[in-house]
C-alpha cells in the first residue's frame, strides 16, 4: 500500500511539474477572492496608459483570465472624469478597446504586452510568442 500511494505521489508530481496548473480564474467580476490581485493588475495597465494618453482610466472588463503565471484582459476604457478620450492626431486610433497580457515574473506580476485603441489585431499569434501560457485564459 505505501510503495502504492508513493507511486501515486510521484505521478502526480510529475504531472503538475510538466503541465503546471491548469486551473484557470475568472477576473472579470470583482470579488472577495480575486480583489486584491485583480485590483493590482488594473492599476498597473492603467499607469501604464495614463502615462502613455496623460489620462486617468477606468476599464469595463470584457474578459479577464488567469492561470498559472500569465493572465489575460481585454476590455473597454473610458476616462475617470467621464470626459472623452482624446488623441493624438497624429496617430490613428481606434477607440476604446484595451488588451494586455500578464506575467508573473518572481512572485511579481508585469506586463508582457499590451495596447491600447490599436487599429490592428496587435494579440494576434500571441499564444505562439508565450507557449507557457495556457490557451484557456485566452477563451
Given at each position: 500500500?505505501?510503495r502504492?500511494?508513493y507511486s501515486?505521489?510521484?505521478i502526480?508530481?510529475?504531472?503538475?511539474?510538466?503541465?503546471?496548473?491548469?486551473?484557470?480564474l475568472?477576473?472579470?467580476?470583482?470579488s472577495?477572492t480575486n480583489?486584491?490581485?485583480?485590483?493590482?493588475?488594473?492599476?498597473?495597465?492603467?499607469?501604464n496608459?495614463?502615462?502613455?494618453?496623460?489620462?486617468?482610466?477606468?476599464f469595463?472588463?470584457?474578459?479577464?483570465k488567469?492561470?498559472?503565471?500569465?493572465?489575460?484582459?481585454?476590455?473597454?476604457?473610458?476616462?475617470k472624469?467621464g470626459?472623452?478620450?482624446?488623441?493624438?492626431e497624429?496617430?490613428?486610433?481606434?477607440?476604446?478597446h484595451?488588451?494586455a497580457?500578464?506575467?508573473?515574473?518572481?512572485?511579481?506580476?508585469?506586463?508582457?504586452?499590451?495596447?491600447?485603441?490599436?487599429?490592428?489585431?496587435?494579440?494576434d499569434?500571441?499564444q505562439?510568442r508565450?507557449p507557457?501560457?495556457?490557451?484557456?485564459?485566452?477563451q
Amino acid at each position: 500500500m505505501k510503495r502504492f500511494l508513493y507511486s501515486i505521489g510521484i505521478i502526480l508530481f510529475l504531472t503538475l511539474g510538466v503541465f503546471g496548473d491548469s486551473t484557470v480564474l475568472d477576473y472579470k467580476s470583482k470579488s472577495k477572492t480575486n480583489e486584491k490581485e485583480r485590483t493590482y493588475l488594473l492599476d498597473l495597465l492603467r499607469a501604464n496608459l495614463s502615462n502613455e494618453f496623460k489620462q486617468e482610466f477606468v476599464f469595463v472588463v470584457e474578459h479577464f483570465k488567469i492561470s498559472g503565471d500569465y493572465a489575460w484582459f481585454r476590455g473597454t476604457a473610458k476616462r475617470k472624469d467621464g470626459k472623452e478620450i482624446t488623441f493624438s492626431e497624429e496617430i490613428p486610433y481606434d477607440c476604446c478597446h484595451v488588451e494586455a497580457l500578464f506575467k508573473k515574473t518572481n512572485g511579481k506580476w508585469q506586463i508582457s504586452e499590451s495596447a491600447a485603441f490599436s487599429t490592428d489585431v496587435w494579440w494576434d499569434g500571441i499564444q505562439s510568442r508565450y507557449p507557457k501560457a495556457s490557451k484557456d485564459i485566452f477563451q
